[in-house]
Nanobody, 124 residues
Framework: QVQLVESGGGLVQAGGSLRLSCAAS????????MGWFRQAPGKEREFVAH????????YYADSVNGRFTISRDNAKNTVYLQMNRLKPEDTAVYYC?????????????????WGQGTQVTVSS
């Protein structure tokens, strides 16, 4: 089992920045890959970013590529999402997730464990 706890959400003006954190416990952190997803009201949960177990490979949704950066610190059992140049359309609940699989990393069904989410609101 893996337990995930997100933090760092909040209210920010358009153009601003936030850094989300996701602390993991349970299985050895370096044994699984991590992803960030988000869900806006009335919409399906969508993929944001993925990082492999070592941090050597990352993958982003087109909508955030160049603005968001995913990283991990295996010594601290934590994955981060640095969000810059935020837009109102980035407003959503952001979730981190963990997976033992290496394929289909943009699909929610690939991930076995999920955090409770943290709200990010970007005002215009």
């Amino acid at each position: 089992q893996v337990q995930l706890v997100e933090s760092g959400g909040g209210l920010v003006q358009a153009g601003g920045s936030l850094r989300l954190s996701c602390a993991a416990s349970g299985r050895p952190f370096s044994s699984y890959a991590m992803g960030w997803f988000r869900q806006a009201p009335g919409k399906e949960r969508e993929f944001v970013a993925h990082i492999n177990w070592s941090g050597s490979n990352t993958y982003y949704a087109d909508s955030v590529n160049g603005r968001f950066t995913i990283s991990r610190d295996n010594a601290k059992n934590t994955v981060y999402l640095q969000m810059n140049r935020l837009k109102p359309e980035d407003t959503a609940v952001y979730y981190c997730a963990a997976t033992l699989y290496v394929d289909y990393v943009s699909q929610t069904t690939t991930y076995d464990w999920w955090g409770q989410g943290t709200q990010v609101t970007v005002s215009s």
